[in-house]
């Protein structure tokens, strides 16, 4: 019997003590994985009946479908949101919500028995293991050529990612959007935007004092001295509850290594921004473990819905059949052009055009590591929320967020996620022999991502006498490029839809999430996503309701 917790995920040549003492946090414990899954993970909401007409349906509850169901029910819409996620709002038998980063468990991953984390290697040795099958909060999801990790639950994307809120430069705007107004976007969206997520940067005095931001400093110093601008970062996690949680004053969230798989303090996801107005307004009502698996135009007018009701093993316990005078799509990049493409592809919804499916990018995500001198630690106790970047767009196509590696030790290792200006787009396809739908990316692709990265960190390196880790994303790999944090693209604005969000070919059907940006938003992408559903939302309830 392995009574060992460590024992399935320990290197080997590693004693028991030093893997514990030293990497155990980044490994985790097996322990953690066993705990009692509760039975009845999913609120007792008032989730949706078989038979049930609703005036709208909204399809996922990240940023675009909460920026629709907050205006639509403020301008007197009832609104029913249906998430094939779970409600993330019980604590789990530790009395928290939310698995660590450094600890995965069964509430980790969507319908995995083993984890697939970002950085598969620490020191060289994998990292991965064994967990439970189960309706987790992170879908690592293999489309072929690359991993696209998204959020899974009531929130969406707002549940797993690093809230970092970025608004582009407004001369990159133009490649972000074309057919779209700037002037309005940034003078009334883009605000409005910000607003309702609750962005804020960190306080700068502070930032040069706090022990959690040392790996943001060392990455500040690296970065000027090789002349690169670098800057702050707006975020949506409350700033003063982190330097509480530096002063010891309050639970630890972001300066415990919560990330990856929700923080339990601190982060303020669309649970309590958009959506907790929306809900506010007793127009909103959320079906969590639902799922929509097909639109059709019903007789008689609006949309026949099919919704497939879920356990917590990914097990359908109920088809629900109800129907909608009117559907939004916001089941993010991937979730929308899926559910396009196999709809159309079927005939569900054979007026759709055939731009549907195509202009998906990965927002030129890359990921590397450098190794410091032992003069320049990067701390043991990082902040899991990153306050800063390398902005080196206009000259080499990159911007480069410093990132944490809170692992719970000092790893003298400089980390970055990368987005860069890579040109490459892929389609989505319906596969008739395999009823699913494929994408066409390739790994190699991603080679323009690289260049563009190495356009900083090469010349780091070469000023600061460094090299890059090769432990990280495998045996002697430097760079993390089979995967991506920001899909974006596949029903694209004024493409597949006409210029606010309206696919054309079925009146009544609309798309407002990432799947209508065209692949790269030349920074973290939610803020764009927001943004634009603000502007879209607001025009559809003026003239079409
Ligand atoms: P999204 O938030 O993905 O919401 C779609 C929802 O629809 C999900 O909850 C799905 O479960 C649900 N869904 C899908 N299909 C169905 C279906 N058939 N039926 C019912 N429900 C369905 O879409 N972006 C930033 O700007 N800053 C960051 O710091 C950042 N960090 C990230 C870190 C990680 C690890 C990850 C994964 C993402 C990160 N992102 C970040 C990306 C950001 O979260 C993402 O762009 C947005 O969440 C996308 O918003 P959407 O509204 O398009």
């Not at 994998?126 to 991993?147: N, Q, S």
């Not at 639970?251 to 798989?261: D, N, T, V, W």
């Amino acid at each position: 019997m392995n009574d060992d917790p460590a024992r399935g995920a320990r290197p080997r040549g590693v004693s028991r003590r030093r893997f514990i003492t030293g990497t155990g946090s980044l490994l985790g414990s097996a322990a953690l994985a066993a705990h009692v899954i509760p039975a009845h993970a999913a609120t007792a909401a008032a989730v949706i009946e078989p038979g049930a007409h609703v005036p709208v349906l909204v399809i996922g509850t990240g940023y675009g479908g909460s920026v629709a169901a907050l205006r639509l029910a403020q301008a007197g819409v009832d609104v029913h949101m249906v998430e094939m996620g779970m409600a993330w709002d019980t604590p789990g038998s530790d009395g928290k919500i939310f698995a660590n980063t450094t600890s995965p468990d069964y509430r980790s991953y969507w319908l995995r028995t083993r984890t697939k984390q970002p950085l598969s290697n620490f020191l060289g040795f994998p990292i991965d293991k064994d967990v439970p099958r189960y309706t987790g909060i992170l879908d690592a999801e293999e489309m072929g050529g690359i991993i696209v990790y998204q959020g899974r639950g009531v929130g969406g994307g707002s549940l797993v990612n690093g809230g970092m809120a970025v608004t582009p430069k407004r001369e990159n705007f133009g490649a972000v959007l074309p057919s779209v107004d700037a002037d309005e976007m940034y003078s009334v969206y883009y605000p409005r935007a910000n607003a309702g997520l609750g962005v804020a940067t960190v306080d700068p005095t502070w930032f040069e004092t706090a022990d959690c931001y040392q790996y943001a400093r060392v990455g500040r110093k690296h970065a000027q001295r090789s002349g690169f601008p670098f800057v702050f970062v707006p975020d949506v996690y409350d700033w003063d509850y982190m330097e509480q949680e530096a002063a010891g004053t309050v639970p630890k969230s972001a300066l415990a290594g919560e990330i990856l798989y929700g923080n339990n303090y601190g982060k303020k996801s669309l649970q309590k921004t958009y959506l907790a107005q929306a809900r506010a307004t007793g127009r909103v009502t959320i079906s969590p473990l639902h799922k929509v698996t097909s639109v059709a135009p019903a007789t008689g007018g609006g949309y026949t819905v099919v919704i497939e009701q879920l356990d917590t093993v990914g097990s359908a316990t109920a088809t629900k059949t109800v129907t909608a005078d009117r559907v939004f799509f916001a089941a993010g990049s991937v979730g929308t052009s899926k559910l396009l493409v196999k709809l159309k592809a079927t005939g569900a919804l054979p007026g759709l055009n055939s731009e549907v499916g195509k202009g998906w990018g990965d927002n030129g995500n890359v990921m590397c590591g450098r190794a410091n001198h032992l003069w320049d630690p990067t701390g043991a106790v990082q902040s899991s929320i990153p306050c800063s970047g390398i902005d080196n767009w206009a000259a080499g196509g990159a911007f480069a967020e410093v990132a944490p590696l809170p692992t719970g030790i000092e790893t003298f290792a400089s980390f970055y996620l990368s987005i860069t200006k890579n040109p490459n787009r892929a389609q989505f396809s319906w596969n008739a022999a395999t009823g699913k739908v494929d994408l066409n990316w390739q790994t190699a692709w991603k080679q323009p991502s690289i260049d563009m990265a190495k356009t900083i960190f090469d010349k780091i390196n070469a000023k600061e006498g460094t090299i890059y880790r090769t432990d990280l994303f495998g045996v002697y790999k430097i760079w993390g490029d089979h995967l991506t944090y920001h899909p974006l693209g596949g029903a694209v604005l004024n493409k597949a839809t006409d210029n606010y969000g309206r696919l054309h070919g079925h009146p009544g059907l609309y798309v407002i999430d990432g799947a209508l940006i065209p692949g790269n938003t030349s920074v973290n992408p939610f803020v764009t996503i927001t943004a634009l559903a603000e502007r879209n939302i607001e025009a559809i309830i003026a003239a079409d309701l």
